[in-house]
């Protein structure tokens, strides 16, 4: 641990920090990668505005009820989820049946990829595509 | 014969297990956001120091932006880190780790980071009115400072200007140098009555009594305001840490070297005349020293609402910042600010002198093309600023930025829409903490 200490070399009460210690330590940021991932092709993107296309490629839109307190934009109730027709759900989710105002679904044709765009959705997957 | 294994895999990969298939990159540059593609989107981490702006209207998100730079800054690039203006004691929260849970999940998610507190050291300027929180900082690091006596002494008048504008020591400043032997040696504010009793002209006569009063108002003045205080051993101009080797220098510079991060609280500066005087003191300080007290080593500056302490160019810590901003990556020491009003920073700190600029929801014009200036942004980019969510910003850059995706590692110089990434220190509106 580092001492601080005043001109005259007296400890100085108020700072009791050790900075050195493990509560300061944190790994360093990584991203995980699927090496077995194709190569992708470059993406044609088309945008749905209902949940219909959904249904083709097997895929459900859910909502999880969300407290005032953990939401993150105006007018929301839910936090939206897109997952596969088999894919384990938690308990809390509710399939929906309308796309919220102002979002939409798009479709990587190129890549058969899929993703929800809007608000609502749920921060971790904004931006994020799925393999349909 | 059996097949070997290296050999299995190359004919079925399926074969793989989950630490074969799933490979471990690491972000070695600074993550800032998440585009709306899913890439993760850094400033790249180069040998020199660089300066971004963080622009955008209140509660729009730049303040955590700058939380989380700050901790990338420290934990996970080793840099130094000064928070240089914190005027709403917001950073209180920054030194407990990140309690909301769907921030801590998110940030999880998108870089494999959990929660981590930020090892902040509170630093208060002593002032006549100056009060410490007790309450809020029970567990926390802090310590009263004031400017060092010589420091003052080698430049009076710039000092004096800070706690009354308009005064001009003119000639009468060589009967200070004079004195500063003397006065060097003085340990309380008697004593340098004493002093200047004893040994200005005019004890007699009347011919230098306007002189004598003046010196004496200013050095009254300067007490009063108890940023000079050099009686109270609880206010500390220097620091020292012994080890490795004994290293005496300034409360910023001191607890950077211990590997802390300094935070100068200015709640209780608002009105001070002398503000802009004190910061710019701390600044200048230790940009010039930089080189000598941390050899190899980089060290950001972070200001937050720098409006409010840097607006006009001939202001004393506008000059300082500038400089900084001019030639800090001769000293090896960045500039980081966020502010409002970018079209209020003066021309000295911003324009061709910034790196980066993320830019949160705006509606002022003027703000809108001066950025829009600076960076050559189009009038589909300056449109998209307008229609920005909460945490959501652009990029931008006059260099490149680095992005993460699928495994590669790649540059990209457009402006780039995406949303911030929650900090791993905790971060509370003042007004929200218990």
Redesign the interface.
Known sequence: M?????????K?N????D??SE???????????????KK?KIPEIKVYPDLNILKEIGFILYGKELDKE?R??KRQKHSLHLRQLEAPIEKTFKKLIRLPTNHYIELDINNSKVRVHG?FVD??E????QEY | MALGKTYTKEIN??I?DDE????????TDI?IM?????E?VCIPRENEVFSAAIVGSSGMGKTMLGNFLVS?LY??MGYNVALMNDLSDETYSWSDAMQNI?FQ??TR??????P????L?YIFPNTNSITIPDDKLKYK???KTVLPFNEILDDLEFYLKGVLSDFELGKSGNYINDLKEELFQCETPEQVKEVLEENLPGKEGKSFESMRTKIFNAFNNLMREEILDITN?EC????????PEEF?SNPFS??M????IPSLITSDLINKKYKSVLISYYVKNIFKNHLKDFPGEKTFLYFDELRTICEKDDEPASKAIADVSARGRINNVGLIYATQFYDKIPNSVKGAKLNYCFTFRHNNAKVLNEIGSDFDLEKTSKDKIKNL???ECIGLTNKTFVC?M??ERYEVSKPIKG?IIYP?ANHMKPSAEK
């Open positions: 580092m001492q601080i200490f005043d001109i005259d070399g007296e100085l108020s700072i009791k920090i900075f050195s509560e300061y330590h944190i790994e360093k940021p990584f991203i995980v990668n699927d090496i077995l991932k992708e953990n993150w934009a608000d921060l971790r904004k931006g994020v595509w | 990969p399926g793989l074969e298939r799933f490979k471990k990159i690491p972000i993550p998440i585009s709306d593609s899913g993760i990338q934990h996970s769907r999940q998110y998610w998108w870089i494999n980071q959990g981590c507190p930020s090892p050291v690091n802090y310590l051993p500390h101009a220097l620091l020292k840490i012994k080890e005496i001191v607890i070297k211990a590997k802390g969510k909460t945490f993460y699928d495994g949303h791993i």
